[in-house]
């Protein structure tokens, strides 16, 4: 027999009834089971929460461990009820939807859309806007010759150069059929300067009609191997005085250029190819639409005419156009005479 503790009622596990019991228990008295006690304790729910001592409640008595027995069960009775009452709810409300009229609760798809809900907004593509086009800007425009000629260019007018050149690489045939020059471009290492494009203005110039060219009577063909007639040559300010002195020629005096007549070389000075000079000013631009375009093309004239035998001459006549030997770098106008900047030797074409 298991022993009772003191202060037990008289009575209890003596066969006494057990007091009756509510078949609704398990649903109605959650807060009477030892896992919702009011004093906030918690049942001990493992396999070996009874007595210490080894007895057992075989007899059917209400004591400690019966009655800790007695609210588990209704603990778990009450879960498993809750339990079936769901599954229950879940098989009856598929029974209704299985008995429905298919054709009233259906949603109905929208041609060629599958069977998405066609009344979402948000699916609508008639609502929604077309995606935009990209913004694309102007693309830029290539720099023409024109335009790469008609711009000035940063050099400082006392600048000494390395004294190295670079051949310009390519050949460019003579267009004409007249005595035929062959010509090579040079350009002295570290200018900063289009090396191609003054390349490129030499060719254009000495074979315009308006040039030494006209009317077929010569042609100019660059080369950048073989042995040329003459070395066309940027320079700077510094190497050009070098190579001009060669000729017993002063270029240091406002910072001109020169054929070398001695050499190879005709040297076009750098600072004057990219400054351009004061006697092509506004007056000029307005004729022209530049002012340092048709300077340059007058430099590569002027310098190539002393290598092909022509000597300086001044304009005789007010108002017409300087010949295209007048060294109009330095002036435009002399003895009470004004002259026109005029870049070519046969200006009529």
Request: net charge negative; aromatic share 8%.
């Amino acid at each position: 027999m298991a022993a009772f503790p003191e202060g037990a009622p008289e009575g209890a596990g003596q066969g006494a009834p057990p007091p009756p019991h509510d078949p609704y228990a398990s649903v109605t008295e959650w807060t009477e089971s030892p896992a919702h006690r009011a004093d906030g304790g918690a049942e001990d729910f493992s396999a070996d929460a009874g007595p210490s001592d080894g007895s057992s409640d075989s007899d059917g008595g209400r004591g400690s461990a019966g009655a800790r027995r007695g609210g588990r069960a209704r603990v778990f009775t009450g879960i498993a009820a809750a339990a079936v009452t769901t599954v229950l709810a879940i098989v009856v409300a598929g029974q209704v939807a299985d008995g429905a009229d298919d054709s009233d609760v259906r949603p109905q798809a929208a041609p060629g859309g599958g069977a998405r809900d066609t009344e979402d907004p948000a699916s609508r593509s008639d609502e929604r806007p077309p995606p935009k086009e990209p913004v694309k800007g102007p693309e830029a425009a290539p720099v023409t010759y024109e335009q790469k000629m008609g711009k000035k260019y940063p050099l400082d007018a006392d600048l000494k150069g390395s004294g190295d050149f670079e051949v310009v690489p390519g050949f460019d045939k003579a267009p004409g059929k007249g005595q035929l020059y062959r010509y090579r471009v040079d350009v002295e290492k570290g200018l900063g300067l289009d090396g191609a494009l003054f390349a490129q203005a030499v060719h254009k110039t000495l074979n315009d009609d308006r040039s030494w060219a006209h009317d077929g009577g010569r042609a100019f063909q660059r080369i950048s191997s073989g042995e040329p007639h003459f070395v066309i040559t940027l320079a700077s300010p510094g190497t050009t005085a070098e190579w001009c002195a060669k000729s017993g020629l002063d270029t240091t005096q406002d910072n001109v250029s020169c054929d070398s007549a001695a050499t190879e070389r005709v040297m076009i000075n750098a600072f004057r190819w990219a400054q351009g000079a004061k006697t092509y000013g506004d007056a000029v631009k307005k004729k022209y639409g530049s002012a340092i375009f048709p300077y340059r093309q007058m430099l590569i004239n002027h310098e190539v005419g002393h290598r092909l035998g022509f000597n300086h001459t001044d304009c005789t006549e007010d108002g017409g156009l300087a010949p295209v030997m007048q060294q109009q770098t330095k002036f435009l106008n002399h003895d009470g005479i004004k002259c026109k900047a005029n870049p070519w030797a046969y200006p009529e074409g």
